[in-house]
């Protein structure tokens, strides 16, 4: 078996054996695969496609690479929630104490921003003293007293991915339906999950900007979840526009909290009690109603006991950006646009994201949302809050700005896309 | 500019435009881009193609990248000739002392064989004191003296094509027209030759296996050539069985002295004669026929001068492998097919070529072949003769001949494929 062999199969359109497959993955991870060889098979691949068994082999060799994880000690149903990133998408912050409070333990390995979408551990980072990195016994430890931990992959997880998702990124092959599914899939079929709900993001503020892209995305790690023993299901959520009314780092902490407290934004809540009961159901849980979870008080409750014994103080004050500058609306009517992606960058250039992985970010940055489409505005009044402590930044966020607003006429009809806009599996 | 942007408009099939390709050749060569992107970026264009202006662009970065040759001092017009590799390919040894005695000047830069092709350096080392390696000033001297001078491409030559050759040879991407083409036009025009006569090899032992992929690579570089100011024309030629009665080192340098010493087998006088008269043409020579200077032993003489003047003796004995070992004729009938790719690897096996770049090869190793294609053969006559100093590699060698070889019953009509298939200019 060689390299050459292998990659020339899949440039020539042919589809590769298992025993490529599986020598391929594990020679990559071991270093006798060079990243020159591997960026050109990701290309043909890229190209030229995988058919379902050869993602399936994929995933199962990269999960190979490393250790598994094994929640059954705990006794109890666990479900994960994994959603391919937007624009003020906090949503794990909330859910993961709602669904503990409704009987599902909640092992939820999350990840960092890159580029314009924010990262659950940058925004929970914003927390004083909260920490993302826990040893394997200290998850386990604060699963079983909170039922639900939100920290960082451990370096034993899926070791293949880790180094092909690094490469991927610096040689224009991250949009591979084959390989963000096997990616993704690996990390979580690893992670030892028992139910998982994807959250598969559509629009101009997300990976895939079609329906259609992002369907083929969710059936095939719907497949590669279940083939794996995994309850997966995926919910087709909207991300045209940011989800509620903030994106940045303590900004969305604050909101996240509004939430549990029984408040926060419609589509936060509709979206949070959504994957909730997705979740709750993949893992066979009927008790409790998640809506109740969030006005009885027992989410907020998960959410502090969890943020404790990870080292946060959940009443401390959430950092603020030293500098505001308010956009206001360019005219009067109703809000039909204000468009995800630019939204998204505008926070990562006012420091809320980062360029390249060992940036750090700005806990208080981002931007605030005073409408969304659907509302009515008048010239003049703030749309748009930005926040920064790099004031000299305003000038660049802006820039990503242009364009990102329509606003119609008064009187205009229109109806803001719904949030849920297709369910798989 | 970034690689990452770079790549992407090659993967979803757009034109790259001036700006990019200069700048991605140039940060490539000098580090900036990383091999795992230029290795992505060429299987991009592997698989999407680049059109005529994207190859002449890629070609003139790739001859800016380092120093152009000029021997518009010598006052005679110069000629060289590059033949995309075949077995049994040693042309270019008479080939360039013929041209030089009918008064054109030949500036051969050559090569190492590499696999199943042989390389016409590895040929002329097995001469005694023979040097491949000269300075620009050695080489110019050794022209001026004997007219012509066969030598290594200096590192100043083209080193993007250097770096970028090594990298294609290792990530599956050697076989895109546009980058084999771009590849030895750049070497070829940086060295800079007047005219150019491209020997474009088609058949099993040869890189393109079919007439429509080599004429589409023969008008690609003749169209680089002639915009670049070279007179440039090609020929097809069959590369279905090997060229003359040996592939090998010495054995070859034997056979190309018996065609500079009047005789030699006619495919070789042939295809010798041919490329000669498309040079001279090329380089509006018009004094001498070049069949007359085989017979009148002007070419002979060149050929001592030249060899000489690069430290070699003409008159030295050449090695002779330490075993050898007869294979006979399957059937009695007439031979109908010699497969050049079998015997490419026979001769590789015995020791004639070598697995990486580094390794030495074997003067005496290779294949001699008492038959041709369209002889009448006898069952059990000697029909090769495989020459090695390490005979463990017989049996290995042996497996690669396995179906070479092909007798039809005797009185059976055969006509052998002519030498010369076709010529674009």
Redesign the interface.
């Known amino acids: 078996m060689d390299?050459?062999s292998v990659?020339?199969a899949k440039?020539d359109r042919g589809e590769l054996t298992d025993p490529q497959i599986d020598w391929v993955i594990d020679a990559y991870t071991r270093g006798e695969v060079?990243?020159?060889?591997?960026?050109?098979?990701?290309?043909?691949i890229?190209?030229?496609g995988m058919t379902a068994r050869e993602i399936s082999r994929w995933t199962d060799a990269m999960i190979r690479s490393g250790e598994r994880m094994d929640f059954s000690s705990l006794g109890v149903p666990t479900a994960d929630k994994h959603s391919t990133g937007g624009v003020g998408d906090k949503i794990t912050l909330p859910l993961a104490p709602l669904v503990a409070a409704c009987g599902a333990a909640v092992p939820q390995l999350s990840g960092r921003g890159l580029g314009h979408t924010g990262g659950t551990l940058d925004k929970l980072e914003s927390i004083p003293g909260w920490r993302a990195l826990l040893s394997n016994e200290e998850m386990l430890d604060v699963l079983h007293g909170c039922g639900a931990v939100i920290c960082a992959a451990g370096d034993g997880l899926a070791p293949a991915d880790k180094k092909l998702y690094a490469?991927r990124d610096?040689?224009?092959?991250v949009e591979a339906i084959p390989l963000i599914a096997s990616s993704i899939m690996s990390k979580k079929i690893a992670e030892g999950t028992g139910a998982l709900v994807l959250d598969v993001k559509v629009g101009s503020g997300a990976f895939m900007k079609n329906l259609d892209d992002a369907r083929e995305l969710a059936r095939t790690m719907v497949g590669l979840g279940r083939s794996a023993g995994v309850a997966t299901v995926a919910l087709l959520t909207d991300m045209s526009t940011p989800l509620g009314l903030t994106a940045g780092n303590a900004l969305e902490v604050r909101e996240s909290v509004e939430v549990l407290a029984g408040g926060g934004p419609a589509d936060v809540v509709e979206l949070t009690l959504a994957l909730a009961r997705e979740m709750l159901a993949a893992a066979g849980v009927h008790g409790k109603d998640p809506a109740d979870a969030l006005r009885d008080g027992s989410a907020m409750d998960h959410w502090r006991r969890m943020i404790a014994a990870q080292g946060g103080d959940p009443d401390a004050p959430l950092p603020v950006a030293r500098e505001q500058h308010v956009v206001p609306a360019p005219a009067t009517g109703v809000l039909t646009a204000l468009d995800a992606y630019a939204v998204g960058v505008t926070a990562w250039r006012l420091g809320a994201g980062r360029a390249r992985k060992e940036d750090p970010v700005q806990a208080g940055a981002g931007v605030e949302l005073h409408a969304k489409p659907g509302d009515p505005v008048t010239a003049g009044q703030p749309l748009l809050t930005l926040h920064t402590d790099t004031p000299e930044r305003f000038p660049y966020a802006l820039e990503a700005l242009d364009g990102a607003v329509t606003v119609a006429p008064a009187g205009t009809a229109f109806t803001p896309a719904p949030i849920v806009l297709d369910r798989i599996g």
Chains 1, 2 share one sequence.
Do not use: F, H, K, P
């Open positions: 390299a050459i990659i020339r440039r060079a990243d020159e060889q591997m960026s050109a098979l990701a290309m043909a890229l190209l030229n490469l610096v040689t224009g092959t």
